[in-house]
């Protein structure tokens, strides 16, 4: 069984201001021209975005128009909670699981990510996550949280 992925940061900003800038303004911050569809391809996507819902999508438009999706939305929970079903550049059928949680401290919010559900990738688990716990390091510990701290000096 291939291990879970857990990623922490703590963050200056309250519960809902961190969630907010992780999901309504993923676009500001997430590393698209190396972490995405479009990257795989030598290029940049125009955005990434979340469509904000339970059951809402995730995704990347690229520069020919189409859209390519990275995830559905299982559960969103405002200033709280994000759960959701991650199938980056795979068939939903390989989707692994990525729940972030948002939590106050006494100095913002810690943000606890956790990446499960590699088993789904059959013989290339192993591969894909270390891919993504690298990855995440990248994303949530080091764009993310640049992004939180102009965020709250802005």
Same mark, same amino acid.
């Given at each position: 069984m291939t291990p879970d992925i857990r990623k922490t940061v703590d963050v200056p900003l309250?519960?809902?201001?961190?969630?907010?800038?992780f999901t309504a303004k993923l676009d500001?911050?997430?590393?698209?021209?190396?972490?995405? %569809?479009?990257?795989?391809?030598?290029?940049?996507?125009?955005?990434?975005? %979340?469509?904000?819902?339970k059951g809402g999508k995730i995704t990347e438009k690229l520069r020919d128009g189409t859209s390519a999706t990275w995830g559905t939305i299982?559960?969103?929970a405002p200033a709280s909670r994000l759960d959701i079903n991650w199938y980056v550049g795979r068939d939903v059928d390989a989707a692994t699981q990525v729940t972030v949680?948002?939590?106050?401290?006494?100095?913002?919010?810690r943000?606890?990510?956790?990446?499960?559900?590699?088993?789904?990738?059959?013989?290339?688990?192993?591969a894909s996550h270390d891919?993504?716990?690298?990855?995440?390091?990248?994303?949530?510990?080091?764009?993310?949280?640049?992004?939180?701290? %102009?965020?709250i000096t802005a």
């Amino acid at each position: 069984m291939t291990p879970d992925i857990r990623k922490t940061v703590d963050v200056p900003l309250t519960p809902a201001q961190a969630f907010d800038l992780f999901t309504a303004k993923l676009d500001t911050w997430w590393p698209s021209a190396t972490h995405s %569809i479009s990257a795989a391809n030598n290029d940049t996507p125009l955005c990434v975005k %979340i469509d904000p819902r339970k059951g809402g999508k995730i995704t990347e438009k690229l520069r020919d128009g189409t859209s390519a999706t990275w995830g559905t939305i299982t559960h969103w929970a405002p200033a709280s909670r994000l759960d959701i079903n991650w199938y980056v550049g795979r068939d939903v059928d390989a989707a692994t699981q990525v729940t972030v949680m948002f939590t106050p401290i006494d100095t913002g919010t810690r943000v606890d990510l956790t990446h499960t559900g590699f088993d789904a990738h059959g013989d290339t688990a192993m591969a894909s996550h270390d891919g993504y716990n690298a990855g995440w390091d990248h994303v949530l510990g080091h764009c993310f949280l640049a992004k939180c701290r %102009i965020y709250i000096t802005a």
